[in-house]
């Protein structure tokens, strides 16, 4: 008979993985383009075009960060017309949050302390 093997992660192991995990989200979420992308989008599903004009940079740079948040999965998009929208994943943008989350988590007391 084998022996048995736990494969389990030690809990240093998790916390690794989890900074580990938290690290890349940050490192995504880091470009200042794509956070005020992610800002005008919290409004509601938005055009390209309206995109362009409101963040004054020239529209391949918004489509090229456009992208990087649709393959991330944090937007999606859809033809209107000869218009392409977009809006923010909700559930896509918690399950890139969740490691920053796991990482940072305030305990109860913390939270009561840092409130004025």
Not at 41 to 69: F, I, K, M, N, W
Not at 90 to 111: C, F, Y
């Amino acid at each position: 008979m084998a022996p048995h093997v736990d494969w389990s992660l030690t809990s240093e192991e998790e916390d690794a993985q989890a900074l580990e995990a938290a690290v890349r989200a940050l490192q995504f979420l880091g470009d200042a383009n794509r956070l005020r992308i992610l800002k005008l989008l919290t409004r509601g599903e938005t055009p390209v075009g309206a995109l362009v004009d409101q963040l004054g940079l020239p529209q391949p740079l918004v489509s090229y960060h456009l992208r990087r948040l649709r393959e991330a999965g944090l937007v999606r998009s859809w033809r209107q017309a000869r218009q392409v929208c977009y809006a923010i994943d909700s559930l896509a943008w918690d399950t890139v949050v969740r490691p920053i989350r796991e990482v940072v988590t305030l305990s109860p007391e913390d939270a009561e302390e840092s409130t004025p």
